[in-house]
């Protein structure tokens, strides 16, 4: 899993420690036998670590459907993010992968190679159909079902601590929309910071830039770095060199870290004050909230800065959160029934999750959202305006081509931005690459498959 939500860190790996002490397991499939499963039917449930209010609601969650009823217990697992895809990937080779586990991400390709439960005819009449256009378009493949939703949100946002704006002499209210705004918003902000801080920060790993910059591919460029019909590689555009310029100045200004400060795809050096900004989902005011709460006030949220200050299109790709069966489930109709209960029953049941994380992420049937935006506490969560009415209705989904192709642009822009690679080089090196992932997988007929 090459997202947020599963974080491969040291911070994490203590944190999945602790969830897995409460569930009575150290590794998935050994967790010591609960009581009250004798006599149903067991689930396997495999999720990752999240921010704490997410990993809280998952832990209460699976509690409250135990508890609710008799017929289904449901045997939760945590895995930590530096351990998910090879845990999955071994378990599914054996024969013994989960019933069902957490996906962010697309999953056009899980569903097209056999590896997800076609789950269309598992629910109750009209559950699905509750289900909003935005996330179900993340959810099925060839009209079929693969995944139940839990939310959408934006994967790029920007955040400004307002208390080191006025420090450096900038409006705190004002945050750069620009790339040219950004590089003088860090000039400013270079003096008040301390050795080991910095202004911005940014992905530095490919395989972060890889997710974390398509809208801005297609933003500078107006096109994704693979054909329409995915039959040829379209990387060599000299605008994704202007992308990696914006990067590359970045870095040889010391403007932003050369390494990561604190855990993967996380507001920990946000909240810690070792950064004036930085770029990061929606998810990100929750972390604060919750870890950092003494930063709220001081914190500011507002679209990702664009190469142009344009906000009105791609300023971010939308993300998406959702469970899913394994293709060699053994008990689907089981774990059917927890999905419902949880994902597709009394909206009470969601309600805290998003009020919890804060109202930074968006559910996925309507009548979750009337209740959540009913609750007293939306109109203090001031973020929640700028995520909903300026970056959603901006953004584009995220990118439906296998994960290869977005990690030869993530190489193209660490290596450039590094000074490896020229950034015309590494763009060229990206081209070929992805030529061979469209040779080798036949995204030709793949996409055409897809669209019938």
């Known amino acids: 899993m090459r997202r947020r939500t599963f974080i491969g860190s040291a911070a994490a790996a203590s944190t999945a420690a602790l969830s897995l002490a409460a569930c009575g397991s150290g590794t998935p499939g050994e967790s010591k036998e609960d009581p009250r499963a004798k006599g149903r039917t067991t689930v396997e449930f495999w999720g990752g670590v999240f921010t704490t209010p997410e990993n809280a609601w998952y832990e209460k969650i699976v509690e409250d459907f135990n508890n609710a009823q008799d017929e289904v217990f449901v045997k939760h697992q945590v895995v930590p993010g530096d351990a998910w895809d090879q845990k999955l990937k071994a378990a599914q080779a054996a024969g013994n992968a989960p019933d069902m586990y957490v996906s962010p991400g697309r999953l056009d390709t899980a569903a097209r190679t056999g590896l997800l439960y076609d789950i269309s005819d598992l629910f109750s009449d009209g559950v699905l159909d509750k289900i909003t256009d935005s996330a179900k378009e993340v959810c099925q493949y060839q009209g079929k079902w693969y995944g139940f939703p839990l939310l959408v949100e934006p994967q790029m946002t920007l955040y400004w601590n307002k208390e080191l704006f006025e420090k450096a002499g900038l409006d705190p209210e004002k ?263 469209i040779d080798r997988e036949g995204l030709k007929e793949i996409r055409a498959e897809m669209d019938a």
């Open 175 to 437: 945050p750069p929309t620009s790339w040219d705004e950004m590089y003088e918003a860090c000039k400013k902000l270079a003096p008040v910071m301390s050795n080991g801080e910095f202004p911005l920060n940014t992905a530095v790993d490919s395989g972060t830039f890889g997710w974390t910059t398509v809208a801005a591919q297609m933003h500078v460029a107006g096109h994704l770095p693979i054909s329409d019909d995915w039959s040829t590689a379209d990387a060599k555009d000299p605008k994704y060199e202007e992308l990696i310029t914006f990067y590359k100045t970045l870095q040889e200004n010391s403007w932003i870290p050369r390494q990561a400060l604190g855990a993967g795809n996380s507001a920990q050096p946000f909240g810690e004050g070792k950064v004036a900004m930085m770029s990061q989902g929606s998810w990100g005011m929750s972390e604060i909230a919750a870890d950092y709460p003494d930063m709220v006030e001081k914190t500011g949220m507002a679209p990702w800065v664009q190469s142009d200050g344009d906000m009105s299109t791609s300023v971010s790709t939308v993300g998406n959160m959702k469970w899913v069966i394994d293709a060699k489930a053994k008990e689907p109709e089981a774990t059917a029934k927890f999905f419902e209960w949880v994902l597709g029953g009394d909206p009470e049941v969601l309600k805290p999750f998003f009020v919890d994380t804060k109202f930074t992420k968006a559910p996925a049937r309507d009548e979750v959202t009337e209740v959540v935006n009913a609750d007293p506490g939306a109109k203090d969560a001031h973020w929640s305006d700028v995520v909903f009415n300026e970056v959603v209705p901006a953004s584009i989904p995220e990118a439906r081509y296998p994960w290869d192709v977005n990690l030869a642009m993530g190489d193209a822009i660490q290596a450039g931005m590094l000074g490896e690679m020229s950034p015309a080089d590494a763009l060229a090196k990206a081209h070929e690459e992805i030529q061979k992932v």
